[in-house]
């Protein structure tokens, strides 16, 4: 057994929810690396996956501390579980499925952009409710400001891009 004291409790003021969707605590801001990368602690209910995206400015890693997450990246397809790790390389179109007992992982994106997207788009967490839904035209907002690129609905993978409609 160690003497190590527990980390201090994240501050309140670092804790965000997107809906019901994705819990996030920021552990590592921009502003505390220059810019260089930012680190979340990001909790997903089961099931619960993101859009077919890519970021055009950030690369990101994801190390899974519990359950397991699918990515479809390109042409790969993985269910990671604790321990394991992965990097999507930027202009990498890819999604995210937490599986059946949800996913918890540390993020990081380099240089830092994910959690000012998370922290602008969603809820401070002390004031989310079971009912609190995220607003998708802001985070449509977001992420194009910040460079990613929405390329399919939750649920789409990259093998689907050739079907999917595209805007003109």
Not at 67 to 93: C, E, H, I, K, Q
Not at 101 to 118: C, N, Y
Not at 119 to 146: C, K, S
Request: glycine share 10%.
């Amino acid at each position: 057994m160690s003497n190590f004291p527990s980390p201090p409790p994240v501050p309140r003021d670092r804790q965000f929810v997107l809906g019901q969707h994705l819990r996030m605590s920021v552990l590592t801001t921009a502003q505390e690396t220059d810019g260089r990368h930012d680190l979340a602690d990001v909790s997903l209910p089961p099931g619960s996956g993101t859009p077919l995206h890519l970021h055009t400015g950030y690369e990101e890693r994801l190390w899974i501390v519990e359950g397991t997450l699918t990515v479809w990246a390109g042409p790969d397809t993985y269910t990671l579980r604790s321990g394991d790790f992965y990097r999507v390389p930027m202009n990498t179109p890819h999604t995210i499925k937490a599986g059946e007992d949800g996913a918890r992982a540390l993020t990081v994106s380099s240089p830092a952009r994910f959690t000012e997207l998370i922290r602008r788009a969603g809820t401070p967490a002390h004031l989310a409710t079971p009912e609190t839904e995220w607003d998708m035209g802001l985070f449509q907002a977001i992420t194009e400001e910040l460079g990613d690129v929405i390329l399919g609905p939750p649920g789409a993978t990259p093998g689907d891009l050739k079907d999917l409609p595209r805007d003109s």
